[in-house]
């Protein structure tokens, strides 16, 4: 397998380095990857809790409306059921797809990836699971979302009392801990370990 150096093209093999090391363009000194350490500990204990707070973000209200003695409750689910009812179908796929769907696949689906690897197993599938949820990470917009809500909120507070519900916050750090699982997942590591041919002792499902 080869990577090409993202600043002078130079093209390399791709080779395992050290724990915690680096490798670097000999060309121009650019970084071309590195192997960051307990990246696969880390980010797996990142996606469960991911997991439970995508749950949490989608079983209670993200906000609660007090108006002249009426509260007014809406989940994320309900709110791209209004979308639709509203005649905004397109509008309520994209949410559905970049707040639910999306941010689900990937934390599943890198949950499946990684909990069997972490015992050196492979799961059935994983280079497609695993190539397919580094495509559709672009479609996890959870943050332009979340910018909605807030300005929604600033909007509604004229019309009544808002209490920010719980699902507000869970998914408030949802988005912080899906960052943080990205920034930390190391892909060499997880194609080192899928390659029956670099890892003699992996063993597949």
């Known amino acids: 397998m080869m990577i090409a150096c993202h600043e002078c093209d130079m093209l390399y093999r791709l080779e395992s380095v050290p724990e915690g090391s680096k490798a670097i363009c000999s060309r121009c ?3 071309l ?3 960051k350490k307990n990246s696969l500990d880390r980010t797996l204990s990142l996606i469960i809790a991911g997991l ?3 749950f949490l973000s989608n079983m209670f209200p993200l906000i609660e409306m007090k108006n002249q003695g009426l509260m007014m409750k809406t989940t994320l689910s309900q709110g791209v059921k209004a979308l639709y ?6 509008l309520a796929a994209l ?5 639910i769907l999306a ?3 990937q934390l599943s689906g890198l949950f499946y990836v990684l909990l069997p690897l972490k015992y050196q197993r492979v799961a059935p599938k994983t280079p497609h699971i695993f190539r397919l949820i580094r495509k559709l990470q672009p479609w996890s917009m959870m943050e332009v979302f979340m910018l909605g ?8 507070a004229k019309m009544g009392t808002i209490i920010p ?8 750090a949802l988005i912080i801990i899906l960052a943080w699982a990205t920034a930390s997942l190391d892909p060499h590591i997880i194609w080192d370990k899928i390659s029956a041919g670099d890892n003699p002792g992996v063993k597949h499902d």
């Open 149 to 156: 809500i807030l300005v929604s909120i600033i909007k509604l």
């Open 165 to 172: 519900g719980l699902s507000l916050y869970s998914f408030a």
């Open 33 to 35: 990857y590195s192997h």
């Open 85 to 90: 009812n509203q005649d905004m179908q397109g």
């Open 95 to 99: 949410v559905l797809i970049t707040c």
């Open 29 to 31: 000194g650019a970084l």
């Open 52 to 54: 439970i707070l995508f």
């Open 103 to 105: 941010p689900f696949f």
